[in-house]
């Protein structure tokens, strides 16, 4: 599969839409909301540029990616205040894959950067440009050194592609039954997943490294694991209830092919 062509959250604002399912993501980011608060005001003390440049790395689409926006507006519009200078341009640039719903999250503007100038003395409020950057975050995304500021949450444990190692000489799955490191997996597809992370992780921070300007910060949000333990269960419960949803679907589509052998499983492609 190729990710970056296909992957996207689901776009929208109906009920299964990432933007109604994204409170687990929110609480997370929340939990760390100071670090970034925190961050902006130390980079913008320690050089005040005219024109701030910052990126939210798989932005996805929904309340989080304007909800960051807000944070960092804010910690700028204060500090500029406290060390009394005019505020500097913000440039926001969202970035997720190309599939991604970017329009969801630019009919939502008008009305959050009302709520954003109501909320702020006018006068006092830093001008915003945003625009969205598709294409995928292990490549370069941004012209040399225009970021200030780079921002991802929930996206950098999203691995570029199923690890090959996790396939034998016969292009059979070495870890049977699963589809993440579960209580039955060897060892070998730790390993395959880590290995991966880790190349995956090199060209994200190479790319950056020409992208962002000499001082600026970075605020990376992603998921872990607790102990050195090659199965760690504390994130896997989401996954095996998403296995055996998989397990389900596969197994539905076996029966259709012995009742039918024509039936070519139309009725179940696209996204799960
Ligand atoms: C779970 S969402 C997180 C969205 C948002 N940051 C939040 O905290 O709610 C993960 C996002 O990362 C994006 N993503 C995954 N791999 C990516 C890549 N290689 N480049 C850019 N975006 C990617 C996905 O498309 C998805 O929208």
């Not at 989080?64 to 440039?91: G, K, V, Y």
């Not at 719903?101 to 409020?125: C, K, M, Q, V, Y």
Request: with cysteine; net charge negative; aromatic share 12%.
């Amino acid at each position: 599969m190729d990710v970056e062509k296909v992957f996207h959250m689901t776009g929208g604002i109906g009920s299964t839409s990432y933007a109604k399912n994204s409170s687990l993501q929110k609480k997370g980011s929340d939990r760390v909301k100071h670090i970034i608060i925190e961050t902006v005001k130390e980079l913008y003390q320690a050089s005040t540029p005219e024109s701030l440049g910052i990126a939210d790395l798989g932005c996805s689409c929904g309340p989080n990616t304007l909800s960051t926006i807000r944070d960092i507006f804010e910690a700028i519009q204060n500090t500029s205040q406290e060390i009394h200078r005019p505020a500097s341009e913000l440039r926001f640039y969202l970035n997720d894959l190309p599939t991604n719903d970017f329009n969801s999250i630019f009919r939502a503007l008008p009305d959050f950067l009302r709520s954003l100038w109501h909320d702020t003395e006018r006068g006092s409020s830093p001008s915003i440009f945003m625009g969205a950057y598709p294409g995928s975050f292990y490549g370069r995304l941004f012209p040399n050194n225009s970021l200030h500021f780079v921002h991802s949450s929930y996206s950098l444990h999203w691995l570029s592609r199923v690890p090959p190692e996790l396939y034998d000489e016969e292009g059979k799955s070495i870890n049977k039954g699963c589809i993440s490191i579960c209580e039955s997996s060897p060892e070998e597809a730790a390993r395959a997943y880590y290995k991966q992370f880790g190349e995956d992780f090199w060209k994200f921070l190479r790319s950056r490294s020409e992208e962002v300007v000499v001082g600026g910060r970075m605020v990376l949000i992603f998921l872990g694991r607790r102990g050195a333990e090659h199965v760690d269960r504390g994130n896997s419960f989401f996954w095996e209830i998403l296995s055996r949803s998989f397990a389900v679907l596969v197994s539905k589509m076996l029966d259709k092919e012995i009742e039918n052998p024509d039936w070519e499983g139309n009725e179940c492609s696209g996204h799960p």
